[in-house]
């Protein structure tokens, strides 16, 4: 693998479930972030990781729980979601830190909450 | 919170014609990349702008900082279908409404 992987790439879940999206990245870097995207904003930044810190967290519900192991993945725990979080789910790495440089994105998980 | 604002939010034409996309910001920008965004994937770097003034050419794109580092453009010369998606401007964590560009063969 290379990259920025995702997985899994559809996902459909209830409102009651709970689900974890996984983020791999296989470049070495050592900031990660999770970013939805959605009809209403294009990229709307949700949590950013730096040596495995979180060092943002941009004002998103608890029922996103985001879960960093060690540099190389990066997790997003999900749980009683509602049909607005309904979205695709793009993770993302780069080299540097997370202020500023090239950020290498996965092809993202599209979700559905029924 | 800085605001970038891209226009237009749509755009469609034909093969072989050019056109200008836009990125605004409420403030200076420190840097400016240009993303581009294909269906089914994730977005891909295009050019890094730093100095205001700077323009960068990339094949048939033309990439613009403004003197004053508060707006940018990228200028598509000879579009081609491939050139279709969405095409993102970004600041650090920060990035633009986006434009959809479609390129009818």
């Known amino acids: 693998e290379t990259g920025v992987t995702q997985t899994p790439r559809h996902l459909v879940m209830g409102m009651t479930n709970k689900k974890s999206l996984k983020c791999e990245q296989h470049?070495?870097?050592?900031?990660m972030y999770w970013y939805k995207q959605s009809a209403k904003k294009p990229l709307e930044l949700m949590f950013v990781?730096?040596?495995?810190?979180?060092?943002e967290n941009n004002s998103v519900p608890s029922r996103f729980s985001p879960e960093c192991p060690n540099s190389s993945h990066l997790f997003l725990h999900l749980h009683t979601l509602q049909p607005e979080d309904s979205a695709l789910y793009l993770c993302?790495?780069?080299?540097?830190?997370?202020?500023?440089?090239?950020?290498?994105f996965g092809p993202g998980t599209r979700l559905t909450v029924l | 919170t800085q605001l970038l604002e891209q226009s237009p939010q749509f755009l469609s034409i034909q093969e072989g014609e050019n056109l200008t996309v836009y990125c605004n910001s409420s403030?200076?920008?420190?840097?400016l990349q240009w993303y581009r965004q294909e269906p089914g994937e994730g977005p891909v770097l295009l050019v890094t702008?730093?100095?205001?003034?700077e323009v960068k050419k990339l094949k048939r794109l033309t990439f613009q900082f403004g003197d004053a580092r508060k707006d940018s453009s990228l200028h598509i010369t000879a579009a081609q279908p491939g050139d279709t998606g969405l095409y993102l401007c970004?600041?650090?964590?920060?990035f633009g409404t986006g434009t959809r560009l479609t390129i009818i063969p």
């Open positions: 970004n600041e650090k964590l920060t």
């Open positions: 702008v730093v100095t205001g003034g």
């Open positions: 403030s200076v920008f420190s840097s």
């Open positions: 990781y730096s040596l495995e810190e979180r060092v």
């Open positions: 470049l070495g870097h050592n900031a």
């Open positions: 993302a790495s780069s080299q540097d830190g997370p202020w500023g440089g090239e950020q290498f």
